[in-house]
């Protein structure tokens, strides 16, 4: 994007082509950022969500550049640092951008768990349709655009094995209906009052 070249020691002034090239470019990627980060949110695509960050890091780097190029044309002689200066600034953005998108993928292939706020809620989904258990041994980790919930439960020990099994099956559809159906749920039931061996 550096649009000046060294000419007898002074650096010749980036041409109004250069501003117009800046300004569509803005204009373009704004758009495809917008458009490709609304498609990824109704297919819960990370991959096209990184994708559409591209675009927006591509417009960052537009803005750099336009602003770099319109000091260097209109400001004098003494601004025409500004267009190297932009780009500098923008390869920082670049750089910053690239650690974001790259960061939750890092994390899932860590197999990191889910946010506390996400373990509460799946927490209070549970005891809504167990009623009164033990909830513990809560695993999670992100799968793609799902997700995976691994929990003990203790219930009634007088309870039926046929009715435990029905509440693990209603637990398991609740998560699933909350949070999706690429949602993986496994529910391990233990009697209530064994409060040991876990």
């Given at each position: 994007h550096v649009s000046m070249v060294l000419r007898g020691?002074?650096?010749?002034?980036?041409?109004?082509?250069?501003?117009?090239?800046?300004v569509v470019s803005?204009?373009?990627?704004?758009?495809?950022?917008?458009l490709t980060e609304r498609v990824a949110r109704e297919c819960g695509s990370a991959s096209l969500s990184a994708n559409a960050w591209h675009h927006r890091s591509d417009a960052f780097s537009s803005i750099g550049v336009l602003f770099g190029v319109a000091g260097a044309m209109l400001l004098g002689e003494k601004w025409r640092i500004l267009d190297p200066a932009a780009a500098i600034i923008v390869s920082?953005?670049?750089f910053k951008t690239a650690y974001d998108l790259m960061r939750p993928?890092?994390?899932?292939?860590m197999e990191k768990s889910l946010p506390p706020e996400t373990e509460k809620e799946i927490i209070s989904v549970i005891e809504d349709v167990a009623g009164k258990c033990d909830v513990h041994n809560l695993r999670t980790r992100r799968i793609g655009p799902g997700i995976a919930v691994e929990?003990?439960?203790?219930?009634?020990?007088?309870?039926s094995v046929a009715s435990a099994h029905a509440v693990t099956r209603s637990v398991e559809?609740?998560?699933i209906s909350r949070f999706g159906e690429?949602?993986?749920?496994i529910v391990h039931v233990e009697p209530l009052k064994a409060v040991s061996g876990e």
């Open positions: 020691g002074h650096m010749e002034p980036p041409g109004v082509l250069a501003l117009v090239a800046a803005i204009v373009l990627k704004e758009f495809l950022y917008r920082v953005l670049i993928g890092i994390e899932e292939l929990v003990h439960i203790r219930l009634d020990p007088d309870m559809d609740a998560l690429t949602t993986h749920a």
